[in-house]
């Protein structure tokens, strides 16, 4: 059974003009998926997650946070940076 995506408050128009300004790329990907679904262009996560290329999983944490906390909640998750090399870089003389 597919969850329902939730209601997305702000207009397609706003969410595309921010799109268009934001420079973190990661943020610009959860602002493309609140748009295909304001603006219509996707109706379900798992077109959402093909259109964007991540995995339904992922959209459906974006859009969880999005219910619960609104735009400014999806905005401010936080990416980790990745795991740490095992040994520190070498320098040379």
């Known amino acids: 059974?597919?969850?329902p995506?939730?209601?997305i408050q702000e207009s397609a128009d706003a969410l595309k003009a921010r799109l268009k300004h934001e420079p973190s790329r990661a943020k610009r990907q959860r602002l493309?998926?609140?748009y295909l679904v304001a603006s219509r262009h996707a109706t379900h996560r798992c077109e959402v997650a093909d259109l964007l290329?991540?995995?339904r999983n992922?959209?459906?944490r974006w859009f969880a946070t999005y219910a619960v906390g609104?735009?400014?909640a999806v905005l401010q998750i936080s990416v980790p940076a990745g795991k740490q090399?095992?040994?520190s870089p070498t320098k040379c003389a």
């Open 1 to 3: 059974m597919r969850k």
């Open 85 to 87: 090399p095992a040994l």
């Open 32 to 34: 493309h998926a609140l």
């Open 58 to 60: 992922t959209i459906g």
């Open 53 to 55: 290329g991540v995995s």
């Open 5 to 7: 995506v939730p209601v």
């Open 70 to 72: 609104g735009l400014d």
